[in-house]
């Protein structure tokens, strides 16, 4: 909890808020000016063990009545300062904060929300993208790396926060067309950070953008399918009896699975386990049923059809050992793995990575490939996956493939003499 003064101008009009700690600190943490983006705001949060730690926060006053009547006011999430957990050596995280400040906080929590997703959101994963450059640009030149990885998680994280509703429906807030802007800004600000590379170019550096997913706006509802992707679904399988949720003392359903009477549950969309005796905690099927009750299950969720408009929902179910041919099986992955059909593929992770929706979105990922190795002007029919860049990447430093590589390079894009 932090405490506030609304403050006043010289004329009289409320256009500025302090934020203090508490009610017996003197000086305020910061005060933040009318419709301006504040970075580097130095707060603490409560640690673990007692006491305090710091963490860095951007603020942002987004409205406030001229009377002092109504504020509105962002805070993100707080960034530890002192975390050198993810800095190899420790001593980078030092040198890098004392010469570029403290890593930029980040975070999806916006919502449907045009303030929140332009004014906090996009100014935040731009500054962030300003302060990895500037390390990366600043190793690279003073450490001599040869080769970088980086990782930029905005597109995702804000593109959650309107996928959906890049086409109009009852729950937008805005047209279609607002959204799309968001979309716009979401990119630009990508690009403007992909730009701060080119110049390696001219230096015989080879650079590579790809992703491990795109975000779709589907045409159906895709919320109502095989439920969200964050923890254990209820249904579909509650609705053929596989998962049976406990009852109150009135009859009612709680949201405590009964796992006495459960045979199948399903996780983050696309995974169903079988609740299996001598693997899952409270398992009942035997193992010598197991191939049958998947089978029973696969030909259930085929049969789940829009009430609207009778089309199939599911486009694909399989058996672990077949979603091997997928790079999904193998003992980490789930017993049955399915994927919905590209009208109900909403975001990520319910449908296959071919689905197409509205707006041209889609949930393929993207693959681009420029300078000293690469074909210039070429593009490829081929299918790039996730597991080919590595090997991809090998095979223009001239190292050996990964061992437990299961790609292959994109040989099509390699200039011939490589």
Not at 111 to 129: H, P, S, T
Not at 234 to 248: E, S
């Amino acid at each position: 909890t932090r405490y506030a003064l609304i403050l006043q101008n010289a004329d009289g009009e409320y256009d500025r808020v302090a934020i203090y700690k508490n009610k017996k600190t003197k000086d305020e943490i910061i005060v933040l000016e009318n419709d301006v983006f504040t970075t580097h705001v130095f707060d603490t949060i409560p640690a673990k063990n007692g006491g305090e730690t710091g963490v860095t926060r951007n603020m942002r006053l987004l409205e406030i009545a001229k009377d002092g009547s109504y504020v509105r006011i962002w805070a993100s999430c707080g960034m530890l300062r002192e975390n050198d957990s993810v800095f190899f050596p420790k001593s980078l995280h030092d040198e890098l904060i004392s010469k570029f400040g403290p890593p930029q906080p980040t975070s999806q929590m916006s919502g449907n929300d045009a303030d929140l997703i332009l004014k906090c959101n996009n100014e935040q994963w731009r500054l962030a993208a300003k302060w990895q450059s500037d390390c990366m640009h600043y190793l690279i030149e003073s450490k001599k790396i040869d080769a970088v990885f980086s990782h930029y998680h905005n597109v995702d994280l804000q593109t959650h926060n309107y996928i959906k509703y890049m086409k109009n429906r009852d729950t937008s807030r805005y047209d279609e067309s607002e959204v799309f802007k968001f979309a716009e800004a979401t990119y630009k600000t990508t690009d403007e950070y992909l730009g701060t590379f080119l110049h390696y170019l001219d230096e015989g550096w080879t650079i590579i953008v790809c992703s491990d997913h795109g975000l779709n706006c589907c045409e159906g509802d895709g919320s109502r399918v095989l439920c969200d992707s964050r923890g254990v679904n209820a249904d579909p399988l509650r609705k053929f009896g596989y998962t049976v949720l406990k009852r109150d003392s009135e009859g009612n359903e709680t949201a405590e699975i009964d796992w006495e009477k459960t045979t199948a549950f399903q996780t983050r969309c696309n995974s169903i386990y079988i609740n299996l005796k001598g693997r899952e905690p409270h398992g009942i099927v035997d193992p010598e049923d197991k191939y049958e009750l998947e089978e029973r299950i696969i030909t259930d969720l085929y049969s789940i059809r829009d009430e609207e408009t009778g089309h199939r929902i599911v486009s694909l179910a399989l058996h672990n050992k077949d979603a091997v041919l997928l790079g999904l099986g193998g003992p980490l992955c789930a017993d049955i793995i399915c994927f919905v059909h590209d009208d109900y593929a909403v975001g990520h992770g319910p449908g296959l990575s071919t689905a197409q929706g509205h707006n041209d979105t889609s949930l393929s990922p993207i693959f681009i490939a420029a300078g000293k190795g690469i074909k210039e002007g070429y593009t490829t029919d081929r299918w790039i996956r996730e597991v080919d860049v590595a090997p991809t990447i090998s095979a223009l430093l001239g190292v050996d493939f990964p061992k437990e590589c299961e790609g292959a390079p994109a040989y099509q894009i390699l200039e011939e003499k490589l």
